[in-house]
């Protein structure tokens, strides 16, 4: 299977710890996102990467969060200082870059659950 | 927030049964998507639509595009166990700018 993976599935931490997680997208797709998804909810865009160039970032994402994609390939999302609203599956998705006129396809891992207690 | 109101919130049926669900937005997109999610995985993509009045199949399930821009429509027709999940609609608001927005989601749960 060559689909979005993404580590580790489940995460517990205590509050105020840092959490790393890691996407790693479909082979050659050059464009990265990271959604977060509460539960009830859809998920809510965080930031995205084309290639190694992280383009847009959401106002969800506070100064706690940073993503990387340094070489254009997998991508981590670092939690500093967890807080228990942090509390939420954290998805990641690729896509190539569209044509002219197209929209992007993308594809979506199987997320990791975080719990910070 | 997220700006795409689907309906209904949650659906009990009964195998067999065709399904329909809908998505509407206060705002235009120009693309729409439907995208189902189990629990405990990440959503997965069903249909896209590109274009205004289209009407796309996936075995069976077959969604359009509304004429409008602000709605879209899913159905499943003679709906099997695997049939149950939450049902996504999501879209970019921007034209070009490829951050999705998501709907509230339906829940198809069915009755054997």
């Known amino acids: 299977d060559t689909g979005v993976s993404q580590n580790p599935r489940h995460k517990i931490t205590k509050r105020g710890q840092n959490v790393t997680f890691r996407c790693d997208p479909i082979s050659e797709h050059n464009r990265l996102y990271w959604y977060r998804q509460t539960l009830g909810q859809g998920p809510e865009f965080l930031t995205y990467?084309?290639?190694?160039?992280?383009?847009?970032k959401s106002r969800l994402l506070s100064d706690r969060f940073s993503a990387e994609r340094p070489k254009g390939s997998f991508s981590t999302l670092e939690i500093q200082r967890t807080e228990q609203g942090d509390s939420a599956m954290y998805l990641c998705?690729?896509?190539?870059?569209?044509?002219?006129?197209?929209?992007?396809?993308?594809?979506f891992g199987p997320g990791t659950r975080l719990t910070v207690l | 927030g997220q700006q795409l109101n689907q309906s209904p919130q949650s659906m009990f049926i009964q195998e067999g049964e065709d399904v329909s669900m809908n998505c509407t937005s206060s705002s235009i997109f120009n693309t729409w998507l439907w995208y189902k999610q189990e629990p405990g995985e990440g959503p997965v993509l069903l249909i896209a639509?590109?274009?205004?009045?289209e009407l796309t199949s996936n075995g069976r399930l077959t969604a359009q595009f509304g004429i409008t821009r602000k709605d879209s429509f899913l159905n499943i027709s003679a709906s099997i166990p695997s049939d149950v999940g939450i049902y996504f609609c999501a879209g970019p608001r921007v034209f070009g700018n490829e951050k999705l927005t998501f709907g509230t989601g339906t829940r198809l749960t069915i009755i054997p």
């Open positions: 998705a690729s896509s190539l870059i569209p044509g002219s006129g197209e929209t992007d396809t993308q594809y």
């Open positions: 990467f084309q290639n190694e160039a992280q383009l847009e």
């Open positions: 639509l590109y274009k205004a009045g």
